[in-house]
T-cell receptor
Framework: ELKVEQNPLFLSMQEGKNYTIYCNYSTTSDRLYWYRQDPGKSLESLFVLLSNGAVKQEGRLMASLDTKARLSTLHITAAVHDLSATYFC???????????FGTGTRLKVLA | EAGVTQFPSHSVIEKGQTVTLRCDPISGHDNLYWYRRVMGKEIKFLLHFVKESKQDESGMPNNRFLAERTGGTYSTLKVQPAELEDSGVYFCASNQDRGFDEQFFGPGTRLTVL
């Protein structure tokens, strides 16, 4: 069975701290996506990682992809309260166009 | 540019009733996808339309679920009759080039079956 494991499931952190969310997947996939969801809102696309070694950064968030290890990380630098949300990773097994999602990581940044 | 919209945002029905969820994709997007997330579980694929045609409905749980996309614009997902285990959040997504673009998601419809 194709699986995407995300950890941690819950993360409570202080403002100003750094942390990493991990996304492991069990199938071959050329693409990995990170989404953010605020309560009651759409899943907002954060990063699209298309190849091995890809690294993308936006503000305090940086995502990377290692297709050989089937691992992606979402690193948070100097967290601020506005980053509180649920973060999902998803893979797109080659040619299927149906995303397989991780369970999500609920992040709470404490002031 | 308007994003993917879904209606209603929340629906509460009793077991055995019928509910219809609606999704309006981003204008011009040929590809439309339905996903759902049941309590505490992963978001799971239900089906994929290309224009008005069902491209892949391998994720549809059973024949109580019927999805349509007449005219290739908006889509509906009907659950008839609803069961308790159908409760969850139903997401819709769309994109233009399925081989290149990421999927753009709507806010979801939260369905509660009592």
């Amino acid at each position: 069975e194709l699986k995407v494991e995300q950890n941690p499931l819950f993360l409570s952190m202080q403002e100003g701290k750094n942390y990493t969310i991990y996304c492991n997947y069990s199938t071959t996939s050329d693409r990995l996506y990170w989404y953010r969801q605020d309560p009651g809102k759409s899943l907002e696309s954060l990063f699209v990682l298309l190849s091995n070694g890809a690294v993308k950064q936006e503000g305090r968030l940086m995502a990377s992809l290692d297709t050989k290890a089937r691992l992606s990380t979402l690193h948070i630098t100097a967290a601020v309260h506005d980053l509180s949300a649920t973060y999902f990773c998803a893979v797109d097994p080659s040619g299927t166009y149906k995303y397989i999602f991780g369970t999500g990581t609920r992040l709470k940044v404490l002031a | 540019e308007a994003g993917v919209t879904q209606f209603p945002s929340h629906s509460v029905i009793e077991k055995g009733q019928t509910v219809t969820l609606r999704c309006d994709p981003i204008s011009g997007h040929d590809n439309l996808y339905w996903y759902r997330r049941v309590m505490g579980k992963e978001i799971k694929f239900l089906l994929h339309f290309v224009k008005e045609s069902k491209q892949d409905e391998s994720g549809m749980p059973n024949n109580r679920f019927l999805a349509e996309r007449t005219g290739g614009t908006y889509s509906t997902l009907k659950v008839q009759p609803a069961e308790l285990e159908d409760s969850g959040v139903y997401f819709c997504a769309s994109n233009q080039d399925r081989g290149f673009d990421e999927q753009f998601f709507g806010p979801g419809t939260r369905l509660t079956v009592l």
